[in-house]
T-cell receptor
């Protein structure tokens, strides 16, 4: 079983739609959680951290359910510029605090 | 402030050749890592370093060496290139701690023929 699992998509949505991505992780010792965004042929960049209480940044809302080992990302009012791959990332506590990346969910927003 | 820089951006090697991918960061980050990204596999950790003079293996270290003589630089050496090492390689850096952002370089696209 992969440490971090995501639906690869692609999710095809029209502009203005609301879309949700899910991610599950297997290591219950995981301590911190993130969503990164990766544009085609570019490096990943941090979109937002994910906290147990849930957090929002503009049109983006992230949720964490530690009991179910589940992370979500909700994007409201999708823009063409949101088209990218979204990577779920988990920080495993240990000597190095390893970051484990999901394979990513691809989002395509169309006019 | 350039962040994380990598050279070269593209490289084609023949099987058996060796080369070094360069990585540098100007943010004084202690932690640096090398990843490879392949379709359907996500980012996989090759080697990492928690500070100058300290390196360790990640999940896919075979065929690669690293060294960390300074805080800024973390080169990745391919000892004898194989077609299985065709990939996109990303270098990254971050401060130690659970909640810090990891910064990535722009990547090196390597093809081994």
């Amino acid at each position: 079983r992969k440490e971090v699992e995501q639906d690869p998509g692609p999710f095809n949505v029209p502009e203005g739609a609301t879309v949700a991505f899910n991610c599950t992780y297997s290591n219950s010792a995981s301590q911190s959680f993130f969503w990164y965004r990766q544009d085609c042929r570019k490096e990943p960049k941090l979109l937002m951290s994910v906290y147990s209480s849930g957090n929002e940044d503009g049109r983006f809302t992230a949720q964490l359910n530690r009991a179910s080992q589940y992370i979500s990302l909700l994007i409201r009012d999708s823009k063409l510029s949101d088209s990218a791959t979204y990577l779920c990332v988990v920080n495993i506590v240990g000597g190095f605090q390893k970051l484990v990346f999901g394979t990513g969910t691809r989002l395509l927003v169309s006019p | 402030n350039a962040g994380v820089t990598q050279t070269p951006k593209f490289q084609v090697l023949k099987t058996g050749q060796s080369m070094t991918l360069q990585c540098a960061q100007d943010m004084n980050h202690e932690y640096m890592s090398w990843y490879r990204q392949d379709p359907g596999m996500g980012l996989r950790l090759i080697h990492y370093s928690v500070g100058a003079g300290i390196t360790d293996q990640g999940e896919v270290p075979n065929g690669y060496n690293v060294s960390r003589s300074t805080t800024e630089d973390f080169p990745l050496r391919l000892l004898s290139a194989a077609p299985s090492q065709t990939s996109v390689y990303f270098c990254a850096s971050r401060p130690p701690g659970l909640d810090y952002e990891q910064y990535f370089g722009p990547g090196t696209r390597l093809t081994v023929t």
